[in-house]
């Protein structure tokens, strides 16, 4: 497991762009898929990205391709999303997460969770 910690988050309109970052406490991390997910009230956490060790490999959802960017700097320990033309349903809290299986990560049941941050996005 490594700790991972969110930042980045707040209170932005709609169209406004924002970017999380997630540091993690560890270089072992930079070994690890990073991936962001988010859970609106009342839903489910939903995956919304997430990048291999190296960056060689993305992943993401279509409905969000278009306007959420995932990236990382493993000389910083840091993973970022790149969040553009937000809209009030991308409101949620955002989760960082880390797992050294890709798979694993994907599903929803990675190794470690950041603690969330919140984005909320007004009409």
């Known amino acids: 497991q490594v700790q991972l910690v969110e930042s980045g988050g707040g209170l932005v309109q709609a169209g406004d762009s924002l970017r999380l970052s997630c540091a993690s406490s560890t270089r072992t991390a930079i070994i690890y898929t990073m991936g962001w997910f988010r859970q609106a009230p009342g839903k489910e956490r939903e995956f919304v990205a997430a990048?291999?060790?190296?960056?060689?490999?993305?992943y993401g959802v279509d409905s969000m391709k278009d306007r959420f960017t995932i990236s990382r700097d493993n000389a910083k320990n840091t993973v970022y999303l790149q969040m553009t033309s937000l809209k009030p349903e991308d409101t949620a809290v955002y989760y960082c997460?880390?797992?050294?299986?890709?798979?694993?990560?994907?599903?929803?049941?990675?190794?470690?969770w950041g603690q969330g941050t919140q984005v909320t996005v007004s009409s």
């Open positions: 990048i291999t060790w190296n960056g060689g490999t993305t």
């Open positions: 997460a880390a797992d050294r299986e890709s798979r694993q990560l994907r599903a929803g049941v990675p190794g470690s």
